[in-house]
């Protein structure tokens, strides 16, 4: 097995090679390099932190210099109490895509809009809609802690990057100009590759 560039300790077989044939698939469809530093610092996301635990447990650089897209993996530690005896405490990994944007989003959360999400916003209102796209407001939830400079910041083309996701199931969240996606389902190959994919293409949005 060729050697992996992730920290595999206490990370069971299943993992393991879930990681092997992730890092195969992407190394055959894009040019893929190692980082010393994190692309993403966990703690500036709310996403993790219910995670206070999480590590980095492996960054991957995708299509540098042409595309600011990185792959992070994320190591996050599960603890089962068992009964009378000691707790049985093991490692999963989930990997999320960072994208650096061409603008300043200030901060701003991004996810399919659910029911309740609907009822809530009737009562307490803190979704951004768009006036003159109101089918992108009616699928997505967009939350945003400047209204103004989020809205300048999410254009047209950047909204129908967004409206083409092929991923039920995500979060996306803007610090500034980083961008995360992601969701946590366990790593598989094909969703890997969609989310780099999608992650180089925001990053070339203006």
């Known amino acids: 097995m060729e050697k992996l560039p992730f920290d595999l300790l206490k990370i069971d077989a299943d993992d393991v090679d879930a990681l092997e044939a992730t890092y195969k698939a992407l190394k055959e469809n894009f040019k893929v390099g190692l980082i010393r530093d994190d692309a993403i610092k966990l703690k500036e996301f709310d996403m993790f932190a219910n995670h206070p635990e999480a590590t980095i447990g492996g960054t991957l650089l995708i299509n540098h210099p042409e595309d600011g897209c990185h792959l992070t993996f994320v190591k996050l530690r599960t603890v089962i109490q068992g009964g009378r005896g000691p707790a049985i405490s093991y490692y999963k990994y989930q ?4 994208a650096t944007l061409r603008s300043d989003f200030g901060r701003v959360m991004i996810r399919r809009e659910t029911l309740i999400d609907k009822i809530l916003n009737v009562v307490h209102p803190v979704e951004l809609h768009f006036e003159n796209d109101p089918s992108f407001s ?3 939830f967009v939350a945003a802690n400047d209204r103004e ?3 300048s910041a999410i254009s047209s083309s950047f909204r129908e990057a967004i409206a083409g996701i092929q991923m039920d199931d995500f979060i996306i969240e803007i610090a500034n ?3 995360v996606i992601g969701n946590v389902q366990p790593i598989t190959p094909q969703q890997t590759l969609y989310m780099a994919e999608f992650a180089c293409k925001l990053s070339t949005i203006k």
């Open 95 to 98: 990997v999320w895509a960072s």
């Open 138 to 140: 009616h699928r997505f």
């Open 149 to 151: 400079k989020a809205k």
């Open 177 to 179: 100009s980083t961008l």
